[in-house]
């Protein structure tokens, strides 16, 4: 079992940055791959960005050139970063993992992953 923990959301105006943090405990010497995914009221749950385990990262159109992934794997931690938010942006953020065999493999599908964390709200004001 893989326990996450989402932090770093808030109420931020349209153009403004957060970071949010994944952090990891439990079974994390397993091989994840990572991913984050928003839902906004009355929407269904959309891919944002994800990393595989070689760290490679994939985005979203909707943020790409916006938002940026990166990890920190001493702290079993995963960020992240977005920037030039708009109000679309607005929704509960989560991050999942799956585990995985393979370095290069990720997935923009919410079925493919095993482990999710509660969510962080993030609310950007126009």
């Known amino acids: 079992q893989v326990q996450l923990v989402e932090s770093g959301g808030g109420l931020v105006q349209d153009g403004g940055s957060l970071r949010l943090s994944c952090a990891a405990s439990g079974r994390t010497s397993r091989s994840y791959a990572v991913g984050w995914f928003r839902q906004a009221p009355g929407k269904e749950r959309e891919f944002v960005a994800a990393m595989s385990r070689s760290g490679s990262t994939y985005y979203a159109e909707s943020v790409k050139g916006r938002f940026s992934l990166s990890r920190d794997n001493a702290e079993n931690t995963v960020y992240l970063q977005m920037n030039s938010l708009k109000p679309e942006d607005t929704a509960v953020y989560y991050c999942?993992?799956?585990?995985?065999?393979?370095?290069?493999?990720?997935?923009?599908?919410?079925?493919?992953?095993?482990?999710w964390g509660q969510g962080t709200q993030v609310t950007v004001s126009s």
């Open positions: 999942a993992v799956r585990e995985t065999l393979y370095r290069s493999s990720y997935s923009t599908d919410p079925i493919a992953y095993g482990f």
